[in-house]
């Protein structure tokens, strides 16, 4: 793996010499995309609007637009915007990582500590490993400020999660959510079906079979074979039907062996 930061954790007065490293990825097949007319590839250039030619990347500096007028910027002005967190990731608190929503989690990154930070490295990660809580900082990472928290993984690595700011969130105040009352019966029977199929999380139950799906659809085609379309129809409960269906629900959950 090749490290996309390199930097050091701030831990009190400690400084962690780390690397990051990505810690996820996602599986897609290499699709090209063609002209159907000739099957030729369809490749993306950088066009100068006014000219129409092709730039080169070399020629492309990077503008901000300031009343009708571009202020220029190069490499050394990003460097001058808080030149401590583009080499510092400082823990400013710790906190319960349940305290989270959810949805503000994002990227994943492993820490590796870099020479002379070996001690140091571990230390905190069995700090945060006995006391059961995360760290919570900020560093600059190409040209963004990120939010993360720092926490162990599997109990043998540090990891930083990026989390989204809350201002990144969109509001959903104009989606017609439904404020209706629940029946205390249909409720009930809601409890029962989602305690039914209540369960310990094991992420490796699940598997992304796209991939593999379209593969065989692709491998199909090759041979000429004819392939047959699935017709998929997604019934919809009306309102009167609910309490049926959640019976139904509940039975056919309890026929179904662990």
């Not at 989270?100 to 500590?113: N, R, S, V």
């Not at 939010?147 to 990891?159: A, F, G, H, K, N």
Request: aromatic share 8%; net charge neutral; with cysteine.
């Amino acid at each position: 793996m090749r490290a996309i930061w390199n930097g050091a954790i701030g831990f009190g007065l400690i400084n962690i010499p780390v690397k990051l490293y990505s810690a996820s990825e996602s599986p897609t097949l290499d699709l090209d995309m063609l002209d159907k007319n000739d099957l030729s590839n369809i490749k993306y250039k950088r066009i100068n609007e006014r000219t129409g030619k092709e730039v080169d990347w070399k020629d492309i500096i990077k503008g901000y637009k300031l009343e009708d007028q571009y202020i220029l910027l190069d490499d050394e002005d990003f460097e001058m915007v808080s030149p401590e967190k583009s080499k510092i990731l400082s823990i400013t608190q710790f906190i319960d990582e349940q305290e989270i929503e959810p949805a503000l989690f994002e990227t994943p990154y492993f820490i590796e500590p870099q020479k002379n930070g070996e001690a140091a490295y571990s230390l905190l990660l069995e700090a945060l490993l006995r006391t059961g809580i995360a760290g919570l900082g900020t560093f600059i990472l190409r040209e963004k400020e990120i939010m993360c928290l720092i926490r162990p993984y599997e109990e043998s690595i540090l990891m930083v999660n990026r989390l989204r700011y809350p201002e990144e969130m969109r509001s959903y105040s104009d989606l017609k959510i439904p404020k209706k009352k629940n029946k205390a019966g249909e409720l009930k029977m809601a409890e029962q079906l989602i305690e039914s199929l209540s369960s310990n999380f094991d992420p490796e139950l699940y598997r992304n079979t796209y991939n593999e799906d379209l593969l065989k659809i692709i491998h199909q085609k090759a041979k000429g074979r004819k392939r047959t379309k699935k017709t998929i129809s997604v019934p919809h409960a009306k309102a009167s039907d609910l309490m049926a269906m959640l019976k139904a629900s509940i039975e056919k959950g309890s026929a179904t062996p662990n």
